[in-house]
């Protein structure tokens, strides 16, 4: 398997440094991902967790929407993946849903993230509270690169459970 990623540059500047981090780390979950069935992507960690790859495709998705779209730009757009009634969509749905759908939806999820990105400066403020708190994009950022690292953890452990597979 080839690795696609382009590594964050050793010195630019903060904008540079962020986007180029978090593009990593998206990257690296891909490649987690990368040449496996669907019985692969759908095998599910340890009970009780409800964690599989798929799951994690589709949690970040839905991670994606809810800061650049919801917070960041204070669009009112439907979560494409939860909802009030179904709170564990991300995970639990990754049971029945469409393989194709779900890459596409994270996919389109990350360029709609980057296309607000860009269009932002990094002191600009979300247009929505997170938990009586506003948020900077820049620290928009810095967490969306804290939730891909730990979710990439978790990837890593689920290949390896899937096929043996460690080491990118």
Known sequence: MSDPR???????????????WLDWHRETLALKCADLDEAGLRERSV????MSLLGLVRH???VEFTWFQRH??????????????D????????DTAPVREAFALWRAGVERSR??????????????EWRGNTVSHRWILMHMVSEYSRHNGHADLLRERVDGATGF
């Open 47 to 50: 009970p009780p967790s409800q």
């Open 6 to 20: 382009v590594f964050p540059r050793f010195v630019a500047d903060e904008r540079t440094m962020l986007t180029q």
């Open 60 to 62: 970040l998705a839905h």
């Open 87 to 94: 709170p564990d969509g991300d995970f639990l749905g990754a």
């Open 115 to 128: 296309e607000v990105s860009a269009s932002l400066p990094l002191d600009a403020l979300a247009r929505r």
């Open 72 to 85: 960041l730009m204070g669009e009112d757009t439907p979560n494409p993946v939860k909802s009030p009634q």
